[in-house]
């Protein structure tokens, strides 16, 4: 599985973006994706995941509420929706393959395949 993510760019405080992870392969929906970000002098960190059917989707407290997670298996791509964006949310956000997980939380070491990163900047 080979992921791309895309969709990041500059927006200011309060505004939104919707990212976009397009895989490859005819397997895609027994993969769960998750989404990753990284600040700059931080770790990478959990941000949402959805199983491959999207019936259980998850979310770190710090975007809940704001963040929307979604797929489109007939079009291999998940989606990230981004509402009330702030200044902490600035990050290189990455998509991440977990097969046959269950859109719950795992630690990002169990996560098979990642993508390249696409940068989000909230800044006014």
């Known amino acids: 599985v080979q992921l791309q993510a895309s969709g990041g760019g500059l927006v200011q405080p309060g505004g939104s973006l919707r990212l976009s992870c397009a895989a490859s392969?005819?397997?895609?929906?027994?993969?769960?994706i998750g989404w990753f970000r990284q600040a700059p002098g931080k770790e990478r960190v959990f941000v949402a995941a959805i199983s491959g059917s999207a019936y259980t989707t998850n979310y770190a407290d710090s975007v809940k509420g704001r963040f929307t997670i979604s797929r489109d298996n007939a079009k291999n791509t998940v989606y990230l929706q981004m509402n009330s964006l702030e200044d902490e949310d600035t990050a290189v956000y990455y998509c991440?393959?977990?097969?046959?997980?269950?859109?719950?939380?795992?630690?990002?070491?169990?996560?098979?395949?990642w993508g390249q990163g696409t940068l989000v900047t909230v800044s006014s």
């Open positions: 392969g005819r397997t895609f929906g027994l993969y769960a």
């Open positions: 991440a393959a977990n097969f046959a997980g269950t859109g719950r939380y795992v630690p990002r070491g169990q996560y098979d395949y």
